[in-house]
């Protein structure tokens, strides 16, 4: 069944091209996340991510949470970097497997460990494919992934196929938080062509002219972080080239 959040995304999909701002509680302080998210809001962001490859979690992610919510009307959902990264001050968590992970725990076990949260928090699961493409960064790194090639799309449109069979709604590839690169447009392309659910693209997209490039390939969701870290101003621009 469709929750109200997926239901969100979906509807305005049908309209257009999204955009996720993905606040990392390791790199932001309260007050820069509230700030982080009434910019987004105002550049015309869709969500607000809330994660990191570290664990976070507790008291200080529910109040990270509560304090965006109060300073935005967008949806806040969890993008989990542990087992435990659950709060029931959140819309929605993206309840992922990672795909290309080496390690069983990542594509299962932690999905096993953390359900009972999930329900007991009541919070809505989205169920996402992750795939983790070259250079991967510290979350290829802290997911034991065997990172796909840059210049093999065939292997991500394959795992992208798979994570659609397996009933995940959403895809996501990850070029890894400050990636020095976008995915490839031509890996978006390929992915697209093969599989009927929305992707979603993040890491390294630091220019409109980069973002442009992946929504013409076929993106439907662009996530940045580091962006409203360095440079909010750049975020506007990012979103419009999204969106036009």
């Given at each position: 069944m469709t929750g109200k959040i997926e239901k969100y995304l979906l509807d305005k999909l049908q309209k257009e091209k999204l955009h996720f701002s993905l606040v990392d509680p390791d790199s932001f302080s309260i007050d820069e996340a509230k700030s982080a998210a009434t910019i987004s809001e105002e550049a015309g962001s869709d969500a607000i991510l809330i994660g990191g490859s570290t664990h976070t979690l507790g008291n200080y992610l529910d109040i990270l949470i509560e304090s965006i919510k109060a300073s935005t009307k967008l949806p806040v959902i969890i993008f989990p970097g542990g087992v435990a990264q659950v709060s029931p001050k959140a819309d929605a968590i993206l309840f992922m497997s990672y795909m290309n992970s080496r390690n069983p725990y990542f594509i299962t076990k932690s999905q096993a460990?953390?359900?009972?949260?999930?329900?007991?928090?009541?919070?809505?699961?989205?169920?996402?494919?992750?795939?983790?493409?070259?250079?991967?960064?510290?979350?290829g790194w802290m997911g034991e992934a065997d990172l796909?090639?840059?210049?093999?799309?065939?292997?991500a449109a394959a795992y992208s196929l798979a994570a659609q069979y397996l009933g995940m709604r959403f895809v996501y590839l990850e070029a890894g938080s400050g990636a020095?690169?976008?995915v490839t447009p031509?890996?978006?392309?390929?992915?697209?062509?093969?599989?009927?659910?929305?992707?979603?693209?993040?890491?390294?997209?630091r220019s409109p002219e980069s973002a442009k490039k992946l929504a013409m390939a076929g993106a439907d969701i662009?996530?940045?972080?580091?962006?409203?870290?360095?440079?909010?101003?750049?975020?506007f621009d990012i979103i419009k080239a999204i969106k036009s």
């Amino acid at each position: 069944m469709t929750g109200k959040i997926e239901k969100y995304l979906l509807d305005k999909l049908q309209k257009e091209k999204l955009h996720f701002s993905l606040v990392d509680p390791d790199s932001f302080s309260i007050d820069e996340a509230k700030s982080a998210a009434t910019i987004s809001e105002e550049a015309g962001s869709d969500a607000i991510l809330i994660g990191g490859s570290t664990h976070t979690l507790g008291n200080y992610l529910d109040i990270l949470i509560e304090s965006i919510k109060a300073s935005t009307k967008l949806p806040v959902i969890i993008f989990p970097g542990g087992v435990a990264q659950v709060s029931p001050k959140a819309d929605a968590i993206l309840f992922m497997s990672y795909m290309n992970s080496r390690n069983p725990y990542f594509i299962t076990k932690s999905q096993a460990l953390g359900s009972f949260l999930v329900k007991k928090t009541g919070i809505e699961p989205i169920p996402t494919g992750y795939l983790v493409v070259e250079p991967g960064e510290t979350v290829g790194w802290m997911g034991e992934a065997d990172l796909i090639p840059r210049k093999k799309p065939q292997i991500a449109a394959a795992y992208s196929l798979a994570a659609q069979y397996l009933g995940m709604r959403f895809v996501y590839l990850e070029a890894g938080s400050g990636a020095p690169e976008t995915v490839t447009p031509e890996m978006v392309g390929l992915v697209k062509k093969v599989i009927d659910i929305p992707l979603i693209v993040g890491g390294g997209i630091r220019s409109p002219e980069s973002a442009k490039k992946l929504a013409m390939a076929g993106a439907d969701i662009f996530v940045t972080g580091t962006i409203i870290e360095k440079e909010k101003e750049k975020l506007f621009d990012i979103i419009k080239a999204i969106k036009s």
